[in-house]
């Protein structure tokens, strides 16, 4: 089974910036090549937001529209971590945010329908 382990989060203010990391594992760097990365977030209350994502290859990536200036997906060729920057943050952001994955993806990538492997989370809390 492919494994995501998100690291990164913490507590912020306003204004500060993030940096998420990913560490995928479970199959070797060949076959994680078809693969979409993605990233969610899910605030208490709410229901699980799409954020960004992006193709194994780095040639394709989507952004949700109150994100898509302020963060960016990536991952360095030949390593199987997958970043989320995040500038800009704000109290709206506070979340736990969550990596995902999918072989090849048959739905939407920007839904969470479309992942077959998740991460536990990591928190992240922006104050004003």
């Known amino acids: 089974q492919v494994q995501l382990v998100e690291s990164g989060g913490g507590s912020v203010q306003a204004g500060d910036s993030l940096r998420l990391s990913c560490a995928a594992s479970g199959r070797t760097y060949s076959t994680f090549s078809s693969f979409h990365m993605g990233w969610f977030r899910q605030a208490p209350g709410k229901e699980r937001e799409f954020v960004a994502a992006?193709?194994?290859?780095?040639?394709?990536?989507y952004y949700a529209d109150s994100v898509k200036v302020r963060f960016t997906i990536s991952k360095v060729r030949g390593k199987n971590t997958v970043y989320l920057q995040m500038n800009s943050l704000k109290p709206e952001d506070t979340a736990v945010y969550y990596c995902?994955?999918?072989?090849?993806?048959?739905?939407?990538?920007?839904?969470?329908?479309?992942?077959?492997?998740w991460g536990q989370g990591t928190q992240v809390t922006v104050s004003s």
């Open positions: 992006m193709s194994w290859s780095r040639g394709m990536q």
């Open positions: 995902a994955a999918v072989a090849d993806p048959g739905v939407e990538v920007r839904t969470e329908w479309a992942y077959d492997y």
